[in-house]
């Protein structure tokens, strides 16, 4: 995993279920525009969609831990 993503990794880990939850509405908006841009032909890095994806899931992932418990 890259350091970024780890770093991106840790800060989400430090973050309360309500602040991850506001970031997963923010990211879940960033994505909806981004295919937006896709489909009208605007958008020039295709690869951030994917980047985006990614985040979307580790937050949901981070959330269901803490709910469970599974993390500090």
């Given at each position: 995993m890259p350091v970024k993503s780890k770093r991106y990794l840790n800060d989400m880990r430090l973050k309360t279920v309500d602040e991850l939850d506001a970031e997963l509405v923010s990211a879940k908006r960033e994505l909806f525009n981004l295919r937006f841009q896709n489909a009208t032909n605007q958008l020039d890095n295709t690869a951030r969609i994917t980047d985006v994806r990614k985040n979307i899931a580790?937050?949901?992932?981070?959330?269901t831990q803490k709910k469970m418990g599974l993390s500090d």
């Open positions: 580790r937050i949901q992932t981070i959330i």
